[in-house]
């Protein structure tokens, strides 16, 4: 809930300001148990409790990796499951959120896409889990230390309300206090969507999966893109609005023999080449199911080293690959259950 949302469900007869107390005790503070709200008069809380309950996830599994990383498996009201991830690197904590249970965008490579999609979240159940996960670990958002990335379970952009609704909380100083240049949503490329996106005052940082050089092997990749094509693609990031400190980034899973040679990564170049954009390149996570080979170190490497004469690109590392939490992963799969 919102702010409004908070004054309605405290009721006319209360004075607007129990509504600022009970958003920051909510989202600022992170309190576990309504009753324990100290700004609000007693009875008032205990009205609450009867009325209202947190609408936590509830941890239903916890996996973790050998490198730290800790997958969550999250029980929602209605019993449907959804997962969130979190990577701890030295100074640094990134929490990777869901947005719908399952996913309706088809990509060959993802193993999410083999659930389909069972509903989108609420806003409440996307913030949710970043209040869960940031309890259960006593993370703190001040000083930069906590990133979210909006690249779990789902499309995004595909569920834009609930996506805006919680990022409007997320980055509220008056809320959870995140900073805007800490939390990322990424789309597989839903063209309207993008553009309803940058019309937003308050929104998270824009990640694009582009993962092909050509219209064709996108198609292939991703059955979506059939709709929504490459080159109208880079016509809305050029489009796009960014903020004077923002770049657009472009992620690319590479698939060994598929669309990892030395001319696909001149073919990236040469589409991102107007954008003020970076590159994330992801070697393929594997798992049952997905028909494509992880490429190797080297050939990585190489297409690193083309682009990276054009524009900035990464090689993002993996994390959680035992215990199936690394980037395409996230499909209820068990592994080494600590909880």
């Known amino acids: 809930m919102d702010l409004t949302d908070l004054r309605e469900a405290l009721g006319p007869d209360q004075p607007g300001y129990r509504a600022r107390q009970l958003y920051q005790a909510l989202y600022k503070s992170q309190i576990t148990d309504l009753v324990s709200i100290s700004t609000l008069p007693t009875r008032t809380r205990e009205e609450l409790a009867q009325r209202h309950a947190l609408g936590m996830p509830e941890v239903a599994h916890l996996y ?9 498996l999250l029980k929602l009201e209605d019993d449907r499951t959804v997962e969130t ?6 100074e640094r904590d990134t929490i990777c959120i869901s947005s719908q249970v399952g996913c309706p965008v088809d990509c060959k490579f993802c193993m ?24 259960e670990n006593h993370l703190r958002q001040e000083g930069g230390r906590l990133n979210i990335v909006m690249m779990g379970q789902g499309e995004p952009l595909l569920n834009l309300e609930n996506v805006v609704k919680a990022t409007r909380i997320l980055l509220d100083p008056a809320g959870f206090g995140l900073s805007p240049r800490r939390i990322t949503v990424s789309t597989a ?18 990640a694009i ?10 198609q292939e990749l991703m059955p979506i893109t059939r709709k929504y094509h ?26 060994h023999g598929v669309n990892d040679s030395d001319a696909d990564a001149r073919r990236v170049v040469k589409l991102l080449a107007n ?65």
Not at 119 to 128: D, M, Q
Not at 197 to 206: I, Q, S, T
Not at 209 to 218: C, D, G, I, Q, W
Not at 283 to 301: D, F, H, M, S
């Open 85 to 90: 991830v979190l990577m701890p690197e030295g």
């Open 189 to 206: 490329g839903i063209i309207p969507k993008i553009e309803e996106l940058g019309r937003e005052p308050v929104r998270p940082k824009l």
């Open 230 to 255: 490459l080159k109208d693609l880079m016509e809305a990031c050029k489009a796009y609005p960014l903020r004077p400190w923002e770049k657009l980034t472009f992620e690319y899973v590479l698939l």
């Open 275 to 339: 954008l003020n954009a970076k590159v994330n390149l992801i070697a393929l996570n594997p798992g049952p199911g997905i028909p494509y080979e992880t490429p190797l170190p080297e050939r990585v490497a190489s297409f690193q080293a083309i682009v990276r004469h054009a524009m900035p690109c990464f090689v993002r590392k993996p994390r959680g690959l035992d215990i199936y939490a690394a980037c395409g992963q996230l499909k209820r799969n068990a592994g080494n259950p600590v909880a």
């Open 209 to 218: 999966s582009l993962n092909a050089s050509t219209e064709e092997s996108r």
């Open 64 to 72: 973790e990796s050998t490198d730290g990383t800790r997958r969550y």
């Open 112 to 135: 999410t896409a083999l659930m389909g999609l069972e509903r989108s979240l609420t806003a409440g159940e996307i913030v949710g889990q970043v209040l869960l996960v940031a309890q």
